[in-house]
C-alpha cells in the first residue's frame, strides 16, 4: 500500500543527476509527485538538475549507493551506475560495487518499506550475441574476466538480486533492459559514439570509427525511453520484466557517422581506430514483450532524435 493516502507518490531516483536519471526526475515532477534525487556525482552533474532545484516536490541528496540509506519512499528507481565504457572501465572496482552493493541497499530499503523498486539494466546483459535481434530467454555472451565485465558482470549479478529478493521476500519488482540511449543532457565526454561523433563533426574534428565501423546498435531517443521506464513502473505487480526498452531500428556506426554529418553539416573525414576488445557486434532489442505487457514502443526515429541532441551539444561545447 502506498504510504500515502493520495495519488502523489515520493519517490526515489538514484543517479538523478545522470543523463537518464535527470529526465526521469522531470518527468516525475511534471505528474506531481515528489523526488528524491540521489547522487555522488560520479558521471552525473548538478547542472543537468539545476533548472528543479528551487521545486517545491524536489530534494537533491549526495550519496552513494555504495552505503546504507535509510529514507521513507514508495517507490525507487535504481538507475545509479556509470554507463559509458571509459567511466565504467575507470574504476572497474567501485563499478562492481555500485551495481551489487548498490543493489543489496536499495533492495534492503525497498524490503523495509514494502516500496517497489525498478532495476535500470542493460542490454549489455546480453554481451557479444549470438541470438539477434535479443529477446529477453536468451542469457547472453558475457566474457566474466574482461574489461567490459565490470559493468556486465555487475548488472547480471544485480538482476539476479532483485529475482531473489522477489521470490525470497515477496518484493515488487521491476527490471528494464535498456539499449542504447540518446539525447539532451549526454555527457559531451563521456566517450559514446552518439556524443562522440556530434562533438567530433561539430569541432570539425575527424569521425573516429572504431574497427571496421561495421558494427550495429540501436538507438533509442531518451524520451521514449523515459516513457518506457515509467510505464514498467506502473504495469501490474505480476509484471516483473526483464523486459528490454530500446528502439529496434538498428544502423551500422558507418551509417551512423553520414547522418550526423549530414545534419550537423559538417566536413569531418572519417577516420578508423582499433575495435575495444570485446566490443558486440551486433545488437538490437525485440521490443515484443514491450509493446504486449506495457503498449509501449519508441515513437522517435534516429534522424528526428538527432536534431534536438545536435542543438543540446552546440550549446554545451
Ligand atoms: P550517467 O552516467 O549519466 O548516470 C549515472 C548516474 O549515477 C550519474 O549521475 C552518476 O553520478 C551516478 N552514480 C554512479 N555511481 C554512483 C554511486 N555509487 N552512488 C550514487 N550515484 C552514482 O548514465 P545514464 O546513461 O544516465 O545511465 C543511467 C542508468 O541506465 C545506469 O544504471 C546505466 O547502466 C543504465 N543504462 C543506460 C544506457 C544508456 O544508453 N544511457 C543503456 C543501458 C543502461
Ligand atoms: N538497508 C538500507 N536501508 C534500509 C534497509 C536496509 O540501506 O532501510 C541496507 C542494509 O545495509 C542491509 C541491506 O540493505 O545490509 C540489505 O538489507 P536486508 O534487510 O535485505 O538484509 P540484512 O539487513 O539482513 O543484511
Ligand atoms: N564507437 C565508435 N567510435 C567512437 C565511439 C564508439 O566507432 O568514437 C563504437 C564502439 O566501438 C561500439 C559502438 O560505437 O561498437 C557503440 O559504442 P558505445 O560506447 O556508445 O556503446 P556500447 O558499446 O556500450 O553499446
Not at 552533474?45 to 528543479?52: D, E, K, M, T, W
Not at 545509479?80 to 562492481?96: G, M, N, R
Not at 505487480?237 to 529496434?248: K, L
Request: net charge negative; glycine share 8%; proline share 7%.
Amino acid at each position: 500500500m502506498s504510504r500515502n493516502y493520495h495519488e502523489t507518490k515520493r519517490i526515489l531516483v538514484t543517479g538523478g543527476a545522470g543523463f537518464l536519471g535527470s529526465h526521469l526526475c522531470d518527468r516525475l515532477l511534471e505528474q506531481g509527485h515528489e523526488v528524491i534525487c540521489l547522487d555522488n556525482f560520479f558521471t552525473g552533474r548538478r547542472g543537468n538538475v539545476a533548472h528543479l532545484l528551487q521545486h517545491p516536490n524536489f530534494e537533491l541528496m549526495r550519496h552513494d549507493v555504495t552505503f546504507p540509506l535509510f529514507i521513507e519512499v514508495d517507490e525507487i528507481y535504481n538507475l545509479a551506475c556509470p554507463a559509458s565504457p571509459i567511466h565504467y572501465q575507470h574504476d572497474p572496482v567501485q563499478t562492481t560495487k555500485t551495481s551489487v552493493h548498490g543493489a543489496i541497499n536499495m533492495l534492503g530499503l525497498a524490503k523495509r518499506l514494502g516500496a517497489k523498486i525498478l532495476q535500470a539494466s542493460t542490454s549489455e546483459v546480453y554481451g557479444d550475441p549470438d541470438v539477434h535481434p535479443q529477446t529477453e530467454e536468451y542469457w547472453g555472451r558475457v566474457n566474466p574476466i574482461g574489461p567490459r565485465s565490470c559493468y556486465d558482470e555487475g548488472k547480471r549479478c544485480a538482476e539476479t538480486l532483485f529475482f531473489d529478493y522477489h521470490r525470497q521476500h515477496g518484493l515488487k519488482i521491476k527490471v528494464a533492459r535498456i539499449f542504447n540511449t540518446y539525447g539532451p543532457r549526454m555527457h559531451p565526454a563521456d566517450g559514446r559514439v552518439v556524443s562522440n561523433f556530434i562533438v567530433q563533426a561539430l569541432r570539425g574534428e575527424p569521425i573516429t570509427l572504431y574497427g571496421s565501423g561495421e558494427q550495429t546498435r540501436s538507438f533509442c531517443y531518451v524520451d521514449d525511453l523515459i516513457d518506457g521506464l515509467m510505464r514498467l513502473m506502473n504495469s501490474p505487480d505480476e509484471v516483473t520484466g526483464p523486459v528490454n526498452i530500446g528502439n529496434p531500428g538498428e544502423f551500422s556506426m558507418r551509417q551512423l557517422a553520414e547522418l550526423v554529418k549530414e545534419q550537423t553539416g559538417s566536413a569531418s573525414e572519417l577516420v578508423f581506430h582499433p575495435l575495444p576488445a570485446d566490443d558486440p557486434k551486433q545488437r538490437r532489442p525485440d521490443i515484443g514483450k514491450a509493446q504486449a505487457l506495457l503498449g509501449w514502443a519508441p515513437r522517435v526515429p534516429l534522424a528526428e532524435g538527432l536534431a534536438p541532441t545536435i542543438d543540446y551539444f552546440r550549446s554545451a561545447i
